[in-house]
């Protein structure tokens, strides 16, 4: 992506892939490149966390405000995030119930276009 102007119409999801571990050290490093990509052109952004092992408490909280910064532009924001200690933590602080989280990249791209 550049800081180009965006005109037209609203582009297909964008993928941001997630580093493999998300602490307090990068969760807003993190949160600016998912910021970035909610561009007034994007519909919707995958946070793909295929290759994230780990993510604390810093980085719930940088997803969850990640979450509020794409509803207030209008772009959806989904999770990409496989079974293993990351879902797990995702399943014990329920946040499928704010952010749709998905098992794969492309289980999110078809949930994206079947809504």
Known sequence: MTGQDFVGARTDPVVVKLPAEIDATCAAEVGKELAFAF??????????????????????RMLVASYGQAAENGTKLVLVAPAGAVRRVFDLVDMGSLVPVYASLDAAVSGLHAD
């Open 39 to 60: 561009s007034p052109a994007a519909r919707a952004v995958i946070a793909d966390m295929t290759e994230t092992s780990f993510c604390d408490s810093a980085g719930i």
